[in-house]
């Protein structure tokens, strides 16, 4: 059986989308004179607003415990502060088609880290193969090997923050996931926190020396809102929902979006092997999702005298 309802799907399409053009604002905004940690404040701040105009609407409180304040500064360092500012740092030297690469290898991490620390679910085979599988799929679409800049510090900068979203999403589905606060106001918190964070790393990056457009104030808004503070509630809720290593595997969407994207909106073409790329990834994200069937309780009968049906559990 495959797990996860109607809901489940839509947010993991929904977050595919908006995430999927994060490199693409990354990349327009360092072309246009803003410096990385510029660009990683900037996101952060402008996340962090929406989210807290978010719970003020829905009139949640964050989280209020010293305990799950210090848990936040850990997963805003390893999920944004650290991720987000690698990440500019290497799209500097590295093409968008290589950092999708390298951002994909996150569901494998995340899963080799959640065996180690035994906080994956399940690691059956079908969901191993359908996490090879994605992987395999995105190498299909990218073709790394027909670009350059696959083995470079940039490569190694971008490999280290996917690593670091596997580290971050394994924390907050142990330590901050179930706590009682909603994921909406956690998330909030969590690039509230991540704002200061950067914000430290400030005086390290210097003045900015170019002139900035208005072509990297656009893309990075655009990053801030719909890239960060939208995504970034999304994914909170798959965690809760799904476990680290299910939420990850997102990632494997990303290229499928882009490329559709680019087909639709700019007319560029499609071909053989990333038609092929495209299908494999939708296969081993379906196989991800895959759950051994439990055994139903045997329903008590109805007509024995003072016996109550059994209602079925929702999931």
Known sequence: MFSGGRGTLVRMGLLALLWGSGFLWIKVALNNGLPPLHITVTRCALGA??????CRS???RLPRGRATWGHLVVAAF???ALPFA???IGEQTVD???AGVLNATTPLWSLLIGLAIGAERSSHPIRLAGLVLGFAGTLLIFAPWQQTGLVSWGALTILAAAASYAVAFAYMGRKLVGTGTTPLALSAAQLLTATGLSTLALPAAGPV???ITPAALIAVAVLGVFGTGFTFALNYRLIADEGATNAATVGYLLPVVSVTLGAIALGEEIGLRIVAGMVVVLVGVGLTRWRKRTPSLT???TDAPGARPELPHLR
């Open 86 to 88: 690698l990440f500019s």
């Open 49 to 54: 607003a929406v989210l807290l105009i978010l």
């Open 58 to 60: 829905a009139r949640q």
């Open 299 to 301: 329903p008590v009968a």
């Open 96 to 98: 968008s088609g290589v």
């Open 78 to 80: 390893f999920c944004n």
């Open 209 to 211: 020396t170019s002139g």
